[in-house]
Every structure is written in C-alpha cells, then in structure tokens.
C-alpha cells in the first residue's frame, strides 16, 4: 500500500496522537549496550547481537531507505528483540519444528529443518526497528500504523540478506505473512511460491501469535485457535497435511509427548 494514500487520512484528522511524519530522516540511534558477540561462530543467535544488527543497518542503506519512505527513524531497540526472542520466536521454532516432526514421511523429504528452525527463530528479527508504541499498542492498529508494522518483515530480510543465511531461511523470513493465495504482506509476483518450509513457519508463527497474550489481546485457548487456523486451509492458503501435522503435535503436546527434535 502507498504510503502516500495514507498520509491524507492522517492529515484531516482521523488520526491525532500517532506515529507521526515528522521524524528526522536521517535519525540513527541505539539503546542499550553494545555488547561483545558471545555466541558460537555456528550459532543463529550470532544475527541476533547489537554488533552484528548495528554493522547491518550502517552496510545496508536500504534499511533506513525502508524506515524513511514512512517517517520512522532508525532506532534499534535490544531490549525488545531480546523479549521477542526469549518468547515468541522460541515458541513459533519449537511449534514449527512440532509440525515438521509430524508431517507425513512423504513430506519430510520435501523440507529443510535447519531452515525451518533458523527462519523461525529469525523471522520477527525485522521488530527490532518497529516503534515500541505500535509493536505494543493496547488497540488495533491504523492504516499507517499496520503499514509501518507490515514493514517489519522486509526489514528482518534486509538485516539478514547480507549475511551467509541460506536463501531458504531468508526467503521464510521475508515472506512468513505470505501464504499460497499471494494475500498477504509483502508483495508477491507471479514467481512467488509459498513452498512448505515457508508455509510450516507461517502457521507456526499464527499459532503462537493467537495462543499468546499480548497488550492488545488476550491468549486464546488450543481449540479456538486451531479453528481459526483452518480457515486458511479452507480458502487454499495453507496445505491440509500441514494443518494436520499442527494439530497433531498440540494434541501431543497436550497429552505430555514431546517432539523428537
């Protein structure tokens, strides 16, 4: 969506107390501190550090490019990622890589776990430059604030695209609001493809999103999720042995097994 279709809603007043226009466009800043990379040279968390995310942004000017074009300085919060990834990123890889286990045999041949897990681990890397007044926002989000929010996910592939992910990872990354109906965000042409390690992650990440409480909802319960969830299945965003494989493991999980992975 145009950014420039956005603004005159904002601009006659449907909106006052808002993530407004009037950011400095060149505004780069960092909270927190920086802190040296602790982890394994093989580890995903080492895309996860300030020093690795700082070095990101300053090589790649698309970044603040992205940022700009809806008047949001880059403003790199740690302290956010670091909630993200303690919570909902572990949650979405432990539930995608749930569903991986219980795929037909036939299917498992057909996925990258490695890519499943990092993507899943990886893929709301992109909130880390979202303001915190819009990721936390106690009420539904505005047009401009949903176009900003939507933002985060090119973002996460922007951080990361540079860097010695595989194209598989990068491409869950990008695309994990896509689905194989080409509905969702961002944008996808007539190549696109949401192939079964991006559409295990997305569901993975729906799940954990519906069945968590976040500031501007409350969690909701297994089942009430899971219905949800199959609408996609219905209207042909999502494969049905994916589903499936979904249900499986939270009915495990609910009876004590645990995955094998």
């Known amino acids: 969506m145009s950014i420039e279709f956005l603004r005159p809603l904002f601009q006659n007043g449907v909106s006052v107390n808002r993530i407004g226009t009037n950011y400095p466009k060149s505004n780069v800043s960092f909270n927190g501190e920086l802190t040296s990379d602790k982890f394994e040279s093989n580890s995903t968390n080492r895309y996860t550090t300030e020093f690795y995310l700082r070095k990101a942004i300053q090589t790649n000017p698309k970044i603040s490019k992205i940022l700009n074009e809806v008047g949001v300085p880059v403003k790199l919060n ?12 572990s949650d979405a890889k432990r539930i995608a890589e749930g569903i991986a286990d219980n795929l037909p045999f036939s299917l498992k041949n057909k996925i990258n776990l490695k890519a499943i897990s990092d993507g899943a681990y990886l893929h ?13 926002k106690n009420g539904k989000l505005d047009p401009f604030e949903t176009e900003i929010m939507h933002r985060h996910s ?33 944008f996808a042409d007539k190549n696109f493809n949401a192939d079964l390690n991006l559409q295990i ?17 409350e969690a909701l319960d297994e089942k009430t999720a899971l219905t949800i969830i199959y609408k996609d299945v219905k209207d042909g965003k999502l494969h049905p042995f994916v589903f499936k494989a979904l249900v499986n493991y939270v009915n495990k999980i609910s009876a004590g097994v645990t995955t094998t992975y």
Do not use: C, F
């Open 78 to 89: 740690m302290e956010q990622l670091n909630n993200l990834l303690n919570n909902h990123a």
């Open 124 to 136: 709301d890397l992109g909130k880390a430059l979202i303001p915190e007044e819009i990721l936390n």
């Open 154 to 186: 090119i973002l996460g592939y922007e951080l990361l695209k540079n860097s010695d992910i595989d194209k598989t990872t990068l491409n869950i990354v990008k695309n994990h609001h896509q689905n194989a109906k080409k509905t969702g965000y961002p």
């Open 201 to 217: 992650v997305s569901i993975a990440d729906k799940y954990s999103a519906l069945t968590e409480k976040r500031a501007y909802k």
